[in-house]
């Protein structure tokens, strides 16, 4: 399981750096602007320049309405800047053909310009709040559209938590049927510790936080710290040995 990390500021990258052992995609978003705000194409690039050259970049293209050439522009701009991950939230998209359509169009744009750049369609798992596409449709919606992953996060940040809105049963769905099309599959939206033996147990692929590690856990007022992102990743790679050492018991 890969650990990304979303710093809001160049100065947070910086920290992220520090940390860079520890976590494996730096995520560019700007969580004033929505759930998938996206920040601006300089924030790209000079975090792009801020963490270790090794080390890919995701950026966030925003929480989109449905308007396929709005939203392919605005992800090439993110490639161009510098992102490996192009992160698209289909929050405007109320039926999977109009994720399609968009996530379509971005796919193009970002291939054509960077072939091997990784395309994630991104659904919310409280949709049912916002009126947006189900999440159980991403996986389709991404295989269709020729995008490498499907993810989900929360589009309401209110306390509120992926688990809330998607039970960890209907996780494993979304998690096995991105894996049936040959997608990765993401999972983010206040995500705690406490969450990571299931999300190990089911198969994600990559685990998305903010607040889990920023001081006082608060994803808006706290600053992300090293040692939280330490912490964190030790956890991670606690759950991983149990989960292997149980497979091999059982096998």
């Known amino acids: 399981m890969l ?3 979303s710093p809001d500021s160049v100065e947070e990258a910086v920290d992220c750096a520090k940390a860079a052992e520890y976590l494996d995609i730096v995520d560019v978003k700007k969580p004033d602007e929505g759930s998938l705000g996206a920040n601006f194409p300089w924030v790209i690039r000079e975090i792009r320049e801020a963490v270790p050259a090794g080390k890919p970049v995701s950026a966030t293209v925003g929480d989109v309405p449905y308007k396929p050439g709005t939203v392919a522009q605005a992800a090439l701009g993110a490639v161009v800047s510098g992102a490996t991950y192009i992160k698209v939230g289909l929050y405007g998209c109320t ?7 968009v996530m379509r169009a971005v796919v193009r744009a970002v291939k054509d310009y960077r072939p ?3 395309v994630v369609a991104s659904g919310y798992a409280d949709a049912h709040r916002v009126g947006c596409v189900n999440p159980l449709a991403l996986p389709d919606i ?3 559209s020729g995008a490498d992953a499907a993810m989900l996060d929360t589009a309401i940040k209110d306390g509120s ?3 809330d809105h998607v039970p960890p049963d209907a996780c494993a769905e979304f998690v ?3 894996h049936a099309s040959g997608l990765l599959a993401a999972l983010a939206g206040s995500v705690k510790q406490t969450d990571l033996a299931t999300l190990t147990r089911i198969g994600t692929d990559i685990v998305g936080v903010r607040g889990a590690v920023c001081e006082g ?3 808006n007022a706290g600053r992300i710290q090293p040692h939280l992102v330490a912490a964190f990743r030790a ?3 606690r759950h991983a040995r149990e989960f292997a050492a149980g497979v091999t018991l059982a096998g």
Do not use: C
């Not at 039926?95 to 359509?101: N, S």
């Open 3 to 5: 650990l990304l990390i």
């Open 235 to 237: 956890e991670m790679d």
């Open 95 to 101: 039926t999977p053909d109009q994720g399609i359509e």
């Open 176 to 178: 096995g049927l991105a």
């Open 142 to 144: 991404a295989a269709r």
């Open 116 to 118: 091997e750049a990784l």
């Open 161 to 163: 938590r992926l688990f």
């Open 217 to 219: 856990g608060d994803r």
